[in-house]
């Protein structure tokens, strides 16, 4: 049986970029090292680099994200963008929506001990809960699925003149290119590529923005959330 891989130090980028949030970003970093780890959710060679890699690298998105806004973190995984940004972020309304139960369970967890209280855990894929929760300003992921297919999850939960921003790697260009007549068909107004995270992780952070005009997920979507809307009004009258 191999040991254990050790949680390295907080890195002194981790004091700057939390602020009052320190000490229970340090649990996160803790949490993921131990019980996500031995839930599957984190894999046990991503720890020595929790950090850098994950942490920190997800925390930098919040200067993509506009001050007071509801997010939807799709996919949320162990957390990551979702958990790291409310912990930079106060002002925001946050959902993390994630259709697996042990994941979930974990992030439940973890947004109780942590006293989260502007963040909401729930458990669903993007397509079962469109027209069910309220449409956000902006949706997160990151290493859920390539941009094309993220976009037909992300992009009709948002609201119009929404943004979707995904955290991506080396190939952000490449998929932004491949996906260019999937954003348009789905509402998509303008696309561009950030890099978040200077002087805080090296190489910065890579996000795909793509802003939505006023049809997220054009037409099919549209009337896909109106019957979601219709029958969530027709359950609740009786």
Not at 4 to 27: H, T
Not at 33 to 57: F, T, Y
Not at 94 to 104: G, H, Q, S, V
Request: glycine share 10%.
């Amino acid at each position: 049986m191999t040991e254990a891989a050790e949680l390295p130090p907080a890195p002194e980028q981790a004091r700057e970029v939390f602020g009052d949030r320190f000490a229970d970003a340090v649990r996160y970093a803790e949490l993921l090292a131990e019980a996500g780890v031995q839930r599957g959710l984190i894999g046990p060679r991503e720890v020595p680099r929790l950090w850098e890699r994950h942490i920190l690298n997800c925390a930098v998105l919040s200067e993509a994200v506009p001050e007071g806004v509801t997010v939807c973190d799709v996919g949320s995984g162990a957390g990551l963008p979702g958990i790291p940004l409310a912990l930079v972020r106060d002002d925001l309304n946050i959902t993390l929506l994630e259709p697996l139960l042990r994941r979930t369970n974990f992030l439940t967890e973890v947004v109780e001990l942590l006293g989260l209280d502007h963040v909401t855990v729930v458990r669903g894929r993007a397509e079962e809960v469109l027209g069910k929760l309220p449409p956000v300003h902006v949706v997160t992921a990151r290493a859920v699925a390539p941009l094309d297919r993220l976009a037909t999850w992300g992009i009709p939960l948002l609201r119009p003149y929404g943004e979707m921003l995904a955290l991506k790697g080396d190939t952000a260009e490449e998929e932004l290119k491949a996906a260019a007549t999937a954003l348009s068909k789905l509402g998509a107004v303008e696309t561009s590529i950030l890099h978040v995270g200077e002087g805080i992780v090296d190489p910065m952070s890579t996000v795909v923005r793509v802003e939505v005009g006023e049809s997220p997920g054009g037409v099919r979507f549209a009337a896909k959330r109106a019957k979601a809307a219709r029958t969530g009004r027709a359950r609740r009258r009786r």
